[in-house]
């Protein structure tokens, strides 16, 4: 497992597209050693290492596929309306190529 | 006379008789939520609210909920009405839809009056992450006591006496946990049971549509409404409804409840426990089959950190679309990479960001298979060991909280038994998908406790006929936050 330091939860951070302040990271890494205490807990369970992944309570099988039919909002402004710039019913970002 | 602090059904027999009017009961919830000190609104639905009561069908009058003001937790898509999660990231956010619990509860007559506040994006347990603050329990008056989250605007107005019923959100505990702190019935049920289709995603393998009433019964008429297939949400069960109401005066006789030994060591609270006996005894007295069962105690202490690995790897990437581009507040950037770094940076408080870095460490390359992979398979563990006492009992009981509403600053000793076992626990009905229920068990210094109970996936009808019978046990129903503490 990656050692917790500062730089590591930065990185994780900058991944998920966010950033903290330096306090805030400091204090997140002392918190860290409570959390591996409780995550270790898991690697103490007899046989969990060789159980089946659980990613849903259970199996969902679901043949239904709703048809795929193109439609044309007819509440585009009220969604534009959503967005912080909108030029010309586009929501605008900085130009990619300068 | 007021009429928010009775129950469902006795609110429609006064609608029906023509003692009140769908009008009336909506100015007094809204006066209600005017006046609520516990902080418990994102936003009260005044003018949206009187539209709507102008547009009820009478002839759909016998519908139990027709007329009936109704909050919503703020994660719950309502269209027109502005739903934020209680996130800085979503100020402003108004949603072109409403999500199927929301057109469900309209359909059958109820009025939104309110958005609730909630843990930011419903990460929380505690009710103060919310870009609004600390949401009080009605409970004590002298706000020092939470009344605990996310859920907490719900669970607080139907403590208050505001609205008769409240839909919150439960991904670990977050409606059964409040329940106990506000004398409520909480009822989550099983996974699939009803659609999630506009919740705001949190942990989707883990999110549950859950509510709070105050009695079991308006929980079993909640339930008629909200249940049900729905083709918007691909986890929605195809599982026939039944009428939920029609076991509620179902005999106890010969049923087999299982209290998990366990969980019962780890709570130290004599009360507590006192309460609990208590009503098992008279459970027992009905003809109901009580006994102990043990569970591996190793098990039982990895629910929670289990728990934290999969919610929030699960939150982060159900809110990559938090982006500032579409909708929400937007800082500025030289590039969409940009835009969405310092929009986050601003928006997200630290406690999001905090559980958001616990998810990604989790899915770290390096770390991927020791923590998100191998706390799924415990997760597995968890739920098999479940599992098997459901093959032998009907439901499990216990306490639902090993302490009343804690104080706002409080804190726990986070690798103690008490706080991994008896405090949470609940997570594994979220795990197992199983149907659980909060309801009141007794008061200590005037604060409330509940008691929990599971049952098998989709037995909803056999988990709320138990809970009616430890409801008449225990004679706690219909409660509403007065003098307080």
């Known amino acids: ?64 596929l709703r048809e795929d039919v193109a439609t044309a909002p007819e509440n585009k402004e009220e969604i534009l309306k959503n967005s912080a710039d909108v030029v010309d019913g586009q929501i605008r970002l900085p130009k990619v190529v300068k | 006379m007021k009429y928010m602090n009775l129950s469902i059904t006795k609110i429609h027999e006064a609608i029906l008789k023509g003692e009140v009017t769908p009008l009336e009961l909506v100015k007094e919830a809204i006066e209600a939520c005017k006046k609520d000190d516990n902080n418990s609104f994102e ?36 269209k027109d009405i502005p ?87 439960d ?16 009822f989550k049920p099983s996974w699939g049971r009803i659609s999630r289709f506009g919740l705001f995603p949190f942990a989707t393998s883990l999110d549950h549509v859950a509510y709070f009433t105050r009695n079991v019964e308006d929980s079993a008429i909640l339930l008629n409404v909200l249940a049900g297939r729905d ?31 366990e969980i019962m060591d780890s709570i130290s609270n004599t009360s507590i426990k006192e309460a609990f006996n208590k009503n098992i005894a008279a459970l027992k007295n009905l003809g109901a089959i009580v006994e102990p069962v043990s569970i591996d105690h190793k098990l039982l202490k990895a629910i929670y950190p289990t728990y934290i690995i999969i919610s929030c790897a699960e939150s982060t990437s159900n809110n990559a679309n938090l982006d500032g ?20 940076s601003k928006g997200f408080s630290r406690l999001i960001k905090r559980r958001f870095v616990i998810g990604g460490y989790s899915l770290l390359k390096e770390n991927q298979d020791e923590l998100f992979v191998r706390a799924q398979k415990c997760r597995r563990l968890i739920v098999d060991a479940f599992n098997k006492v459901f093959e032998k009992y009907d439901a499990i009981y216990c306490p639902a909280s ?45 604060l409330p406790f509940g ?19 430890i409801e008449n046990c225990t004679g706690l129903k219909d409660l509403v936050a007065k003098e307080g503490k």
């Open chain 2, 325 to 344: 581009v579409k909708f929400g507040p937007r800082e500025s950037g030289e590039s969409f990479e940009e835009i969405m770094t310092n929009t986050r």
């Open chain 2, 83 to 169: 739903t934020t999660g209680s996130s800085n990231m979503l100020n402003g956010y108004v949603p072109i839809f409403s999500s199927e619990v929301v057109l469900r509860l309209e359909k059958a007559g109820a009025i939104v009056v309110a958005k609730a506040t909630m843990d930011e994006l419903a990460m929380g347990g505690s009710g103060t992450t919310g870009h609004l603050g600390i949401t009080y329990n009605p409970w004590d008056k002298s706000k020092t006591h939470l009344i605990g989250g996310s859920s907490c605007g719900s669970a607080s107005s139907v403590a208050a006496g505001i609205v008769p019923f409240s839909i919150g959100s």
């Open chain 2, 43 to 78: 936003y009260i639905c005044e003018k949206e609210a009187i539209e709507r009561v102008d547009k009820l069908d009478e002839s759909k009058k016998d519908s139990l909920l027709y007329g009936i003001p109704v909050v919503i937790k703020d994660n719950y898509s309502t």
């Open chain 2, 402 to 446: 090993p302490k009343v509403a804690p104080l706002v600053s409080s804190d726990s000793d986070a690798l103690s038994d008490e706080y991994l076992i008896a405090d949470n626990y609940m997570a594994f009905a979220n795990m197992g998908g199983f149907p659980s229920i909060t309801l009141p068990l007794g008061f200590e210094d005037n």
């Open chain 2, 451 to 469: 008691g929990n109970l599971t049952g098998k996936p989709f037995d909803e009808s056999g988990v709320l006929s138990i809970a009616k019978v």
């Open chain 1, 1 to 64: 497992m990656k050692t917790v330091t500062k730089e590591v939860l930065k990185t994780t951070a900058n991944k998920l597209m966010f950033d903290m302040s330096d306090e805030q990271y400091d204090h997140l890494v002392s918190e860290f050693d409570i959390l591996i205490k409780q995550m270790n807990l898991i690697g103490e369970i007899e046989g969990v290492d060789t159980a089946e992944p659980m990613t849903f309570p259970f199996d969902v099988t679901n043949d239904y």
């Open chain 2, 171 to 186: 991904t670990g505990d977050s409606v059964r946990k409040p329940a106990s702190y506000g004398a409520l019935v909480g």
């Open chain 2, 231 to 261: 083709d918007k949400d691909f986890s929605s069960s195809f599982k026939p409804v039944e009428d939920y109401t029609a076991r509620l005066n179902e005999s106890v006789k010969g049923k087999k409840i299982a209290v998990i030994k």
